[in-house]
């Protein structure tokens, strides 16, 4: 969140295993459009570094083994790091700490099923951001 623009969230998508420019798989660019329509197809892949871990306030990781990685590269990022399913309580829908898998390579319901875990994560915790920063404000 900005200090300049209150309710207003910086992201950034970065990967463990992914190497710098690469396109988000058809499959990504399909289900966003379809289920959001959002425009994936300029996204561009970005490898997670230390200085990305160390600009960060939080960051959502979609398996433990995401995780492990971030804190293996800055261990100090502990209190920082949570799996995005972590905000959630439990539903019927995402289960809490349940890791979120990646569907490269699955069929177009699985991705659309992650997107639905995903898209629930993040409403939840951009709810409880604004939560947050009302609640300091």
Same mark, same amino acid.
């Given at each position: 969140?900005?200090? $300049? $623009?209150?309710g207003r969230f910086v992201t950034l998508s970065a990967g463990t295993?992914?190497? @710098?420019g690469y396109p988000p798989t058809p499959e990504t660019v399909k289900v966003l459009k379809e289920e959001e329509d959002i425009d994936m197809s300029s996204h561009k892949s970005r490898r997670l570094t230390e200085a990305l871990i160390l600009d960060s306030d939080r960051i959502f990781v979609m398996e433990?083994?995401?995780?492990?990685w971030v804190? $293996?590269?800055v261990p100090s990022a502990e209190k920082k790091v949570f799996l995005l399913t972590e905000t959630v309580s439990e539903d019927d829908y995402v289960k809490s700490r349940m890791d979120v898998p990646?569907?490269?390579r699955m069929?177009? @319901?699985f991705y659309k099923n992650v997107f639905g875990v995903i898209r629930a994560c993040?409403?939840?915790? $951009? @709810?409880q951001l604004i939560r947050e920063e009302r609640s300091a404000g």
């Open positions: 969140m900005t200090a $300049a $623009a209150p295993s992914t190497i @710098d433990q083994v995401h995780r492990d804190l $293996a590269m990646d569907p490269i069929s177009d @319901d993040v409403k939840k915790i $951009a @709810d």
